[in-house]
């Protein structure tokens, strides 16, 4: 984590990479974060423009996606730091079972909105 705020740490180990390499890690950092900007404004699209959903529902719905978003930033960050510093080491690059738990609870969001969408919006 204190790579987050120091990223002129990172060049302290190994070799510059190539950067093509380099920007290429960039570009996933940024598709992470528009992932994670999706997400919170459709958090906050539940909330505000479902207003006659069940309370309990729609903010469970918000929620995920909101927490969602939030984990999404961190892991962003996260995973640029880590690659950076693989690739400088010239070492395999790191695995995560984050987009398969991120893929899973978008799948859940769907599934409830498939189930609002088809059964109706309002709380009883």
Known sequence: MRLWFA???IRAEGDTPDYR???????????????????IGGGFA??????????????????ALLVAG???ALRAVNHWVRC????????DLPV???PVLLS?????????MVVVVLFGWEGR
Not at 46 to 63: I, K, M, N, S, Y
């Open 21 to 39: 390499f380099s920007l290429a890690n960039e570009r996933t950092f940024l598709a992470w974060v528009r992932t994670a900007l999706a997400l």
């Open 84 to 91: 950076e510093r693989a690739m400088r080491r010239g070492e």
């Open 7 to 9: 990223p002129e740490r």
């Open 104 to 112: 899973l609870a978008v799948a859940v969001v769907a599934v409830a």
């Open 70 to 72: 939030v984990l999404c």
């Open 96 to 98: 995560s079972r984050f």
């Open 46 to 63: 539940v909330d505000q423009f479902l207003p006659h959903l069940a309370w309990g529902l729609r903010a469970g719905l918000a929620l």
